[in-house]
């Protein structure tokens, strides 16, 4: 079946460092690929999202770009904050008799000052 | 727009008793998912709504847990009687479009602690 694989955290980064969280995915079809953060103490939220093969989703600094061949939807951002600590889910989308949404186990990221 | 209210935020109770978490989700959203999301992992789905008819509960252990959403609105989500592998925050979502790629929006969230 359809699942997400998450690169196991914590990842602890400097400010202004590079980030990178990997996920891939297994599917068939065409399925729509999500990141989503929370942030301590909130529910999720959406940050970014790609609906095809090729697309960048791109938000507050964050991008991923949908790699079909490589099955992967990694998350990066040029230069972290403080304020970008949280934990990151990847999450897989399709339809099927109804549209489902399922997510990867989340990486949480620590960004020291 | 009103985002998706969720209340309790925190519960606390002893194995063996009941509880129960209620969901208003964002005005006109017709799906509505309830997911399960244990410390350290990721939300996983228990039983999703669209408008008021069940779609998808293959997850939910139906000899503990139910379900319902009246009106195709608001929804509640029981357990009875609770274990301790219950604790848990219990997510609720919505989202506008059946079929499309379209996102999910949550609420914060009800924590639950069995004890």
């Known amino acids: 079946g359809n699942s997400v694989t998450q690169m196991e955290g914590p990842v602890t980064l400097s400010e202004e460092a590079f980030l990178t969280i990997n996920c891939t995915y297994t599917?068939?079809?065409?399925?729509?690929l999500f990141w989503y953060v929370q942030y301590p103490g909130e529910g999720l939220q959406l940050l970014l999202k790609?609906?095809?093969?090729?697309d960048k989703g791109s938000n507050k600094g964050f991008e991923a770009t949908y790699r079909k061949e490589t099955t992967s939807f990694h998350l990066e951002k040029g230069s972290v904050q403080v304020s970008d600590s949280a934990v990151y889910f990847c999450?897989?989308?399709?339809?099927?008799?109804?549209?489902?949404?399922?997510f990867g186990s989340g990486t949480r990221l620590l960004v020291r000052p | 727009e009103a985002g998706v209210a969720q209340s309790p935020r925190y519960k606390i109770i002893e194995k063996r008793q009941s509880v129960a978490f209620w969901c208003n989700p964002i005005?006109?959203?017709?799906?509505l998912y309830w997911y399960q999301q244990i410390l350290g992992q990721g939300p996983k789905l228990l039983i999703q709504?669209?408008?008021?008819?069940?779609?998808?509960d293959s997850q939910l252990p139906k000899d503990r847990f139910s379900a319902e959403r009246l009106k195709g609105v608001d929804s509640t989500l029981k357990i009875q009687p609770a274990k301790l592998e219950d604790s848990a925050v219990y997510l609720c979502?919505?989202?506008?479009?059946?079929?499309?790629?379209?996102?999910?929006?949550f609420g914060q969230g009800t924590r639950l602690t069995v004890v």
């Open positions: 979502a919505s989202s506008s479009i059946q079929g499309a790629h379209t996102e999910a929006f």
């Open positions: 599917a068939t079809g065409y399925p729509s």
């Open positions: 790609a609906t095809k093969a090729d």
């Open positions: 999450a897989l989308g399709w339809m099927d008799s109804s549209y489902k949404l399922i």
């Open positions: 005005s006109g959203h017709a799906t």
């Open positions: 709504f669209q408008n008021n008819g069940v779609v998808d």
